[in-house]
């Protein structure tokens, strides 16, 4: 074989070997860097005024651990303030928080809490409260951390965010009620806010009367309304707080008749013309309501609600609604 061709095989060969080399070493960088450590702040959301904890995760120690040195800070010091941190039991801590919106942290694991191959190790929890809406970022800043030899650990470090909430507040109107015709419901209410706000409140009868002003006493509230018809009302309550977030709740009013003594039942209008022709309230017009009418015409309840039973419409109840209300009966 001729020297030249020889020459040429032999720099072809070595040219392929090179490129061989580069391409192993490429893969293996780009393992390198895709199965490197992280440390994470992970990210939360609280209400202003509230507390949250937000948790520092090391992915991995696959050589051990020995401590740390890291930073944390917020981006935006007006939405949210860094007011501590919880650490585990290393052994040697040190906390410094610089500011509202930073703080330092260093460890020495003399305890062993890390062990060779550990993942999703928790380093610490900041301890973040919420001040306005809005969302602040969290970011970390690693200035050193070694494994269980002493080495460096380079991780990479990855930003967290905090949401701050405006939450609702919860609104209690208190129970449900039922009340005679011409009576007056009344109710003590109230609601709960996490927020260090100042309220606004109204409330809805449920009878056409329209929304109306609730006046507010503290965190509580009184309801009061006399209904002229009968029916089931819901009464509505809404409270809103100075970041116009609302909350609203709702109780049930039923407004009936009068009961008649003796009888276990509210008098009942059973054909929606607002006279009660089921006097005894057995939910049928039959001739004990006669009866009863005859004997109660001029009982307190009846001559106190004579629009119920003034069925021949003269104005007052007399034995000639008693002759009407025969007459109904028998048809």
Do not use: C
């Not at 009888?263 to 009660?276: E, H, I, N, R």
């Amino acid at each position: 074989m001729p020297l030249a061709l020889r020459k040429g095989r032999r720099l072809g060969s070595f040219v392929a070997l090179l490129i061989a080399l580069s391409v192993v070493l490429m893969m293996s960088w780009s393992r390198a860097d895709a199965v490197g450590p992280t440390v994470t702040i992970q990210s939360g959301a609280t209400d202003a005024g509230q507390t949250v904890s937000i948790p520092i995760i090391l992915s991995e120690a696959p050589s051990g651990f020995s401590g740390y040195d890291v930073t944390v800070t917020l981006s935006n010091a007006v939405v949210a303030n860094i007011v501590g941190a919880d650490i585990p039991d290393f052994g040697l801590v040190q906390k410094n928080l610089v500011s509202t919106s930073e703080i330092r942290l260093s460890v020495v694991d003399l305890n062993g809490l890390i062990s060779t191959g550990a993942t999703n190790v928790q380093l610490a929890s900041i301890n973040v409260l919420g001040i306005d809406e809005g969302q602040t970022t969290v970011n970390i800043q690693v200035s050193a951390m070694d494994d269980g030899g002493g080495f460096p650990i380079s991780p990479q470090a990855l930003s967290g965010t905090v949401d701050v909430i405006n939450v609702v507040p919860v609104v209690d109107p208190g129970p449900s009620a039922t009340i005679v015709k011409g009576g007056t419901f009344t109710s003590s209410g109230s609601f709960t806010d996490t927020n260090s706000d100042t309220w606004t409140a109204t409330v809805d009868y449920g009878d056409g009367s329209g929304v109306q002003p609730l006046a507010l006493t503290g965190n509580t509230f009184a309801l009061s309304h006399t209904y002229a018809g009968v029916g089931n009302y819901t009464v509505t309550v809404v409270v809103t707080d100075d970041s116009t977030a609302a909350g609203s709740a709702t109780v049930q009013v039923t407004v009936t008749f009068v009961t008649l003594s003796g009888m276990t039942s509210p008098a009942q209008d059973l054909d929606g013309d607002g006279k009660a022709e089921d006097i005894n309230g057995n939910g049928r017009l039959d001739f004990a309501d006669l009866i009863v009418l005859f004997g109660q015409k001029d009982s307190p309840e009846i001559q106190n609600n004579q629009s119920d039973f003034d069925f021949n419409g003269n104005g007052f109840v007399d034995l000639a609604d008693i002759v009407t209300l025969f007459g109904a009966l028998t048809a």
